[in-house]
């Protein structure tokens, strides 16, 4: 071993190594007939609980309103949101998940809560001991990351590689 890598760069890289290889962003694209990148999976999920609009799905992604609008786009195209007036103020719009939305969206949870056969090939007290590791080390980042990920949930589901929401890939 490298005597200028420490314990922690050890084991942040195994797990960055571990989470990458269990990548499920292609399955998810075979089993939805359409990638979630380009921002498109965090905003998709981000209307999990509620109708959002453009502006607040803008702040919850940490991305530009035109931006924000172009994803929006992609998954209307695809059937999986749709605008409707906001009942207060009609110049603003809410962007809505259709039910082939929902249901993309309970795909896609399905696809990504499933455990890999390593994870489940633990043991009991081996899952208890990852599962009180990984709580601290939830506790111990800053809320606001922690929010944040709650907001946007499955971190695997976008790729971050992938091109503009604008990009033809369905």
């Known amino acids: 071993m490298n005597d200028d890598v420490t314990d922690g760069e050890r084991v942040w890289s195994l797990m960055y190594r571990y989470v990458e290889a269990q990548n499920r962003r292609a399955e998810l694209a075979d089993t939805l007939?359409?990638?979630?990148?380009?921002?498109?999976?965090?905003?998709?999920?981000?209307?999990?609980e509620h109708p959002m609009t453009l502006r607040e799905l803008a702040e919850a992604n940490n991305v530009d309103a035109p931006y924000t609008t172009?994803?929006?786009?992609?998954?209307?195209?695809?059937?999986?949101?749709?605008?409707?007036?906001?009942?207060?103020?009609?110049?603003r719009k809410l962007v809505t998940l259709t039910d082939a939305g929902r249901a993309a969206v309970e795909t896609a949870d399905a696809v990504l809560a499933r455990p890999p056969a390593s994870v489940a090939a633990l043991s009991g007290d081996e899952l208890d001991h990852l599962a009180g590791l990984l709580s601290r080390l939830l506790a111990a980042d800053s809320p606001h990351a922690i929010t944040h990920q709650a907001a946007t949930d499955h971190p695997t589901a976008d790729d971050p590689t992938a091109d503009d929401p604008t990009a033809e890939d369905d």
């Open 70 to 91: 172009l994803i929006v786009d992609k998954l209307e195209r695809h059937g999986l949101v749709e605008r409707r007036p906001h009942p207060d103020d009609r110049r």
């Open 33 to 48: 007939g359409f990638r979630l990148g380009g921002g498109r999976g965090k905003v998709l999920f981000g209307l999990r």
